[in-house]
């Protein structure tokens, strides 16, 4: 039988302090390294930078800044895949850092919205809701995180989810406008009106600037009862004032048109959609609006067969535009004269 050999404890502790002294020595020249890229970093040579990262990732495997500072410069390189890499070895290496997982969850994100199907949008959100999860774990109460938790639970369809996390970002910061747009977007979206109106207003309130928070409180109102000419009403003084702070954008004066239609305000209406074509001649909705109001006042009076033919003018332009409206088809048939074919 062999005799086990049994090293003398003072040879024991000296290897130790060996060891000990070159994990030290190694950590050093990683930190080194590490602070040298930050500095080049800072003057834009990033490639060196890198250089100097991967010289500190050999020196010290476990140097979680530097995994994530690889991460950051290879995101503002546009290299999202190989940014998502580091970023998994910065919360590998430190799973307890809060940086390296939010800023793996945006790039997730990032890598979604560059997805080519449908597939790879959703497995890019899944991974990104994964990692806020544990970010959020970290750091409870940071207001990006369940903010950005939130929006890609909405994007997933788990709107209770996304309500739950908006909710969070809400307390997080009362005084975030964003917050509660985002939280009006989600109520609105589960026909939970009256909420969504409150959450926009108070988004609003924060912020009187925000034209397309306007557009869905008014698009809101618009869906709301049981005062629909109230209601109308309401929407038509939000998209007016929609359209003062967006003087370029056409969708205020659309939303317009459909307002002062509904209040059987024709003229008006007819001004308010081709100011919108005013400001895009390619505004399918629009055109379509448009000629629905020349057409109602055909119905009205069919003698005014001019009126008629403008709203065939103006649904043929919008079917120009966009093609695949097979509704508005089937009203350019109806109403096309029978001597005349359908423009199509």
């Excluded at 500190?56 to 190989?82: C, E, F, W, Y």
């Excluded at 580091?86 to 790039?107: E, V």
């Excluded at 005013?278 to 909705?285: G, I, R, S, V």
């Excluded at 003018?313 to 001597?339: F, G, H």
Aim: glycine letters at 4%; aromatic letters at 8%.
């Amino acid at each position: 039988m062999t005799q086990t050999r049994i090293l003398p404890a003072v040879l024991v502790l000296a290897i130790a302090t060996l060891m000990g002294c070159n994990i030290q020595a190694r950590s050093e020249r990683a930190f080194g390294h590490y602070a040298e890229s930050q500095m080049l970093a800072e003057t834009g040579d990033l490639d060196a930078a890198l250089a100097e990262l991967a010289k500190a990732i050999r020196a010290d495997p476990s140097l979680s800044v530097a995994h994530t500072a690889m991460g950051d410069i290879r995101r503002k390189q546009g290299n999202h895949r190989l940014a998502a890499q580091s970023y998994q070895a910065a919360c590998k290496t430190n799973p307890y850092s809060f940086r390296p997982h939010y800023n793996l969850g945006t790039n997730y994100q990032i890598l979604a919205e560059a997805a080519k199907t449908i597939k790879a949008y959703n497995e890019y959100v899944r991974k990104a809701v994964h990692t806020y999860l544990r970010a959020v774990i970290i750091r409870p109460d940071d207001f990006d995180t369940n903010l950005n938790l939130s929006a890609c639970y909405f994007q997933l369809g788990k709107y209770d989810l996304a309500e739950e996390y908006c909710k969070a970002a809400v307390a997080a910061d009362p005084d975030s406008p964003q917050a509660y747009s985002n939280l009006g977007i989600i109520y609105d979206s589960q026909n939970r009106l009256y909420k969504a109106v409150k959450a926009y207003k108070a988004s609003l309130e924060l912020d009187t600037n925000q034209p397309k928070i306007l557009l869905n409180l008014g698009a809101t109102y618009l869906r709301q009862g049981p005062n629909p000419l109230g209601r109308c009403k309401s929407a038509l003084r939000v998209f007016e004032i929609a359209a003062e702070q967006a003087p370029d954008d056409p969708a205020p004066h659309r939303q317009m048109g459909a307002c002062h239609y509904r209040l059987k305000d024709y003229p008006t209406a007819i001004e308010a959609y081709q100011k919108a074509l005013t400001l895009d001649k390619n505004d399918a909705a629009a055109y379509r609006g448009l000629g629905t109001v020349y057409v109602t006042q055909f119905v009205l009076d069919r003698k005014q067969t001019d009126l008629r033919d403008n709203g065939l003018e103006a649904w043929n332009a919008s079917l120009e535009i966009d093609p695949d409206q097979q509704n508005l088809i089937r009203l350019v048939r109806k109403y096309t004269p029978k001597d005349k074919p359908p423009e199509l």
